[in-house]
């Protein structure tokens, strides 16, 4: 599995070609000072890094928009640069972000039968990546020129991680992405958490008494909490772009099965059809049913490095910066996060909610659902409502009056 990135409008230009400008590739090492990431659960020595694609041309001095480019199941950092995915993205102008996400992550904050420990994957990389490529580069502040995306284990990542930051990005991208792990809750998720035990080194401190480490029960909150289908309306605000092959092979996985790739052309065309067709399918009509600007293209092909490329190809035609809401009044968002941004509200509860929290405003009333503990809400001008939940709350004009 993996994940992808683009942008068009100026950067629509004609694809890049040997004699052109080349962009350059810088890696860097992001320490997990909020999210917490022993090097168990990376496939590399050291700390978690970042490869960086700056464009041809790169001035520091311009401020360029940002594209949050999240690997799949297997992959780390550099995993554009090693299956050869970097060109596709070099006529672009703009920043590429490519972060690890462990090689079996799943872009979440672990259950671990309620701890809620390590590994805590949307911690780092919305805490601890996001910040450092803020104050390392310079990006454009509006929110239109953010865009996340991945193939994948990296489309569940852009589409959980996009709804649980929606005043930032305002383009979210889905290419054959793992969009309901709770699909066919009892099958899916266990073999989730059987493929992922496989990806791991070193001990499991205790965790093999939960069967699924990732979400905890299969329809329990906290896997309601993480699965994009059913999170859809925390995107109503955003623009959305959701790919998906049926798993018929095409004419690229016929070239991969002469070349002699049988075995892989088989588990690609099963995956496709038998998982992520289907949870696309209700990943679109979920979006449908939030009111959600969504594009979405089902295409021939398997889950496989000659559909990745294509699917890029498309989404990079599509265009990721177009104009998006930017101060919107009224809006839902449902969270199981302890803390987090939601537009120019903030929010922490005393402690990890024991339920998915749905937060609604319209106007300057703000609705909480029960979560278990009380929660300090912050707004844009600095004032701190500290209210028991279920609560209704009034938000304080400017200077808290």
């Known amino acids: 599995m993996a994940a992808a990135l683009g942008f068009a409008g100026s950067a629509s230009a004609a694809p890049w070609t040997p004699a052109a400008p080349k962009p350059t590739l810088v890696t860097l090492t992001i320490p997990a ?6 090097s168990k659960w990376l496939d590399h020595p050291g700390l978690p890094k970042a490869d960086v694609l700056l464009p041809a041309g790169y001035d520091p001095n311009k401020r360029y928009p940002l594209l949050f480019l999240l690997h799949g199941l297997g992959g780390s950092y550099a995993f554009y640069q090693q299956q050869g995915l970097l060109p596709e993205l070099y006529h672009l102008d703009a920043i590429v972000v490519m972060p690890d996400g462990g ?26 990546v996001l910040p450092t490529i803020l104050a390392r580069y310079s990006i454009l502040p509006q929110r239109r020129y953010h865009a996340i995306a991945g193939i994948s284990m990296g489309g569940l ?12 990005f305002g383009t979210v991208a889905t290419l054959s992405g793992f ?16 493929i992922t035990n496989g990806f791991l080194s070193g001990p499991r401190s205790g965790r093999d008494k939960d069967p699924v480490p990732i979400y905890g029960p299969p329809n329990g909150f906290y896997a309601d909490g993480h699965n994009p289908e059913r999170l859809a309306v925390n995107l109503r ?10 798993g018929i092979p095409n004419l690229a996985s016929v070239g991969v099965v002469l070349a002699g790739f049988v075995e892989e052309i088989a588990d690609a065309t ?29 295409h021939s092909g398997g ?23 930017t101060h ?23 402690a990890p909610p024991t339920a998915v929290v749905t937060f609604v405003r319209t106007g300057s009333t703000l609705s909480i659902s029960a979560a278990g503990s009380s929660v300090a809400v912050t707004t844009a001008d600095g004032c701190t409502i500290h209210t028991p939940t279920p609560a209704t709350v009034q938000l304080p004009s400017a200077n808290c009056g």
């Not at 672990?110 to 990389?125: I, K, L």
């Not at 009509?285 to 969504?294: P, T």
């Not at 968002?333 to 803390?339: D, E, G, H, R």
């Open 33 to 38: 000072r909020h999210g917490k990431i022993p």
């Open 103 to 128: 090689p079996a992550g799943w872009y979440a904050d672990w259950w671990n039968d309620g701890e809620r420990g390590e590994p805590s994957w949307e911690t780092y990389e919305l805490d601890d």
């Open 157 to 168: 990542g852009a589409a959980y991680l996009g709804g649980r930051l929606p005043g930032f």
């Open 179 to 194: 969009v309901d792990p709770q699909l066919l809750g009892t099958v899916v998720q266990p073999a989730m958490a059987a």
């Open 237 to 246: 605000q955003t623009r959305v772009y959701d790919t998906t092959g049926t």
């Open 270 to 298: 099963w995956e496709e059809a038998g998982l992520i067709y289907p949870m696309s399918e209700r990943y679109y009509n979920a979006l449908n049913a939030a009111g959600v600007n969504v594009t979405y293209q089902v």
């Open 303 to 325: 889950h496989d490095l000659p559909s990745f490329h294509k699917e890029l190809q498309a989404l990079l035609s599509w265009g990721l910066f177009k104009p998006v809401p």
């Open 328 to 350: 919107p009044v009224s809006w839902t968002n449902k969270t199981v996060a302890t803390s987090g941004q939601l537009w120019d509200i903030g929010y922490r509860f005393a």
